[in-house]
T-cell receptor, first 112, second 114 residues
Framework: GNSVTQMEGPVTLSEEAFLTINCTYT??????LFWYVQYPGEGLQLLLK?????DKGSNKGFEATYRKETTSFHLEKGSVQVSDSAVYFC???????????FGKGTRLHILP | DAGVIQSPRHEVTEMGQEVTLRCKPI?????LFWYRQTMMRGLELLIY????????DSGMPEDRFSAKMPNASFSTLKIQPSEPRDSAVYFC????????????FGPGTRLTVL
């Protein structure tokens, strides 16, 4: 079946540190991959996406590359800010329907 | 566009009462999703609709939960009777029907059942 596994949190970093949040997936076919972010008290919002192997999604300094050979879509940012504190969800869409399969989320705390 | 609109934003009720949550999707979107989020269980898909038709309700916890979408611009999620374990944040999301498209989430309804 389809599933997403992401590193458990919370992850606590100092401002300007390098961030990696690991995500691996299991899927049949060629899914689209997403990172969503949820700020406190809000709904999820799309951070970035990639629709095929070797695509790199990027937004707000965050990047993730669709690696089919390792079935991974790790989220990275070179220098985090306090305002990046949120919960990050890795997700996939198998493409056969409109469901998105979400990971359990990783809470990120950035200290000033 | 105003985005996905949910009401109420907060609901506090007593066990046994009926609760109705409402959602207005983004105009032109033809897929609508209801999710529930708790600390213990994370984000769970309850049900989703394509063109107002329920496609998959396998995530609905039990018969106390029901959802309707009478037209393209409105959906409800009803819990009757409510129980304390239903306390959660309920999100509605919408997207364009095409597979693999971004879902746009509403701000959520925080439900507390006493």
């Amino acid at each position: 079946g389809n599933s997403v596994t992401q590193m458990e949190g919370p992850v606590t970093l100092s401002e300007e540190a390098f961030l990696t949040i690991n995500c691996t997936y299991t899927a049949t076919g060629y899914p689209s991959l997403f990172w969503y972010v949820q700020y406190p008290g809000e709904g999820l919002q799309l951070l970035l996406k990639a629709t095929k192997a070797d695509d790199k999604g990027s937004n707000k300094g965050f990047e993730a590359t669709y690696r089919k050979e390792t079935t991974s879509f790790h989220l990275e940012k070179g220098s985090v800010q306090v305002s990046d504190s949120a919960v990050y969800f890795c997700a996939l869409s198998p493409g056969r329907d409109d469901k998105i399969i979400f990971g359990k989320g990783t809470r990120l705390h950035i200290l000033p | 566009d105003a985005g996905v609109i949910q009401s109420p934003r907060h609901e506090v009720t007593e066990m046994g009462q009926e609760v109705t949550l409402r959602c207005k999707p983004i105009s032109g979107h033809n897929s609508l999703f209801w999710y529930r989020q708790t600390m213990m269980r994370g984000l769970e898909l309850l049900i989703y609709f394509n063109n107002n038709v329920p496609i998959d309700d396998s995530g609905m916890p039990e018969d106390r939960f029901s959802a309707k979408m009478p037209n393209a611009s409105f959906s409800t999620l009803k819990i009757q009777p409510s129980e304390p374990r239903d306390s959660a944040v309920y999100f509605c999301a919408s997207s364009l029907l095409a597979g693999g498209n971004e879902q746009f989430f509403g701000p959520g309804t925080r439900l507390t059942v006493l």
